[in-house]
């Protein structure tokens, strides 16, 4: 019951966090033309793909992965008192920065890729802000007393 509880509450954030995340850089980290040029064009689906609208329906789904992925380290987590950052610190290692494959800002990418430097840092700042506002909120919303 405690795991279905945690389960949850990732659920619930990571949702919420990637919507208002996505919709934020949408307006303000990507210009109208952006998703013509070659480099976003031959990389990502039209935002008028049905995929691409199906994609936040699905987000519960990955939230309930990354709860199965931080439930063993939960409770030393939960009791430090920076336990965002140790969270936090692990999208940046090894969700954003240290991929195992070529995801764009990436030391892979930035490696093995043509793609140029500039295209790769553009998603950064969702990237960063989303995770840190997850990382957060997850830690204090699971630090609160539950109400019985």
């Known amino acids: 019951m405690r795991f279905i509880r945690f389960a949850i509450k990732i659920m619930v954030v990571h949702t919420a966090t990637y919507i208002a995340a996505g919709i934020l850089a949408l307006h303000f980290l990507y210009s109208?033309?952006?998703?013509?040029?070659?480099?976003a064009s031959g990389y990502m689906r039209p935002l008028t793909s049905k995929w691409v609208?199906?994609?936040p329906l699905l987000q519960p789904i990955r939230g309930f992965t990354y709860a199965l992925a931080l439930w063993p380290f939960r409770e030393f987590i939960l009791s430090r008192k920076y336990g965002w950052f140790s969270i936090w610190s692990l999208f940046l290692v090894f969700g954003i920065f240290g991929t195992p494959g070529p995801a764009p800002g990436s030391m892979e990418s930035l490696i093995y890729t043509q793609t140029p430097f500039w295209a790769q840092m553009r998603g950064m700042p969702e990237l960063l802000l989303q995770t840190l506002v997850f990382s957060v909120l997850v830690f204090y919303w699971d630090r609160r007393k539950e109400v019985s």
């Open 32 to 39: 109208k033309g952006f998703w013509d040029q070659a480099v």
């Open 53 to 55: 609208m199906f994609g």
